[in-house]
């Protein structure tokens, strides 16, 4: 049920079957052969239209805008709790100051 679908593996191109060997050499050099046509892919293609590529653009602006706000939001977050420890700090060194000039 969930296990994923490959695409049927591409069929390598197909060599001409070798020749036995002449008995004398040839007199002059044999022509190249052709190259062998590369069978087509049996992978679809990826077209983009407008609309996808619209549609793509749109996805990639709402997850940076996603991203862009949850680390403004943990970056708030961080200077609240240092401003807040900052005002305990200077609260508690008042006590101790209160504390230590009462006797």
Known sequence: MLTPKYPPPDTPPTLPAPT?????????????????????????????TPGTALALVGGGTAVVLVVGAVLVSLLLAVAITGVSVAVVAVVVRLLVKDLNRGR
């Open 20 to 48: 036995p060997p002449a008995d004398h050499p040839p007199a002059t050099a044999p022509a190249p052969a052709p190259a062998a046509p590369v069978p087509a892919s049996n992978r679809p293609t990826v077209q983009l």
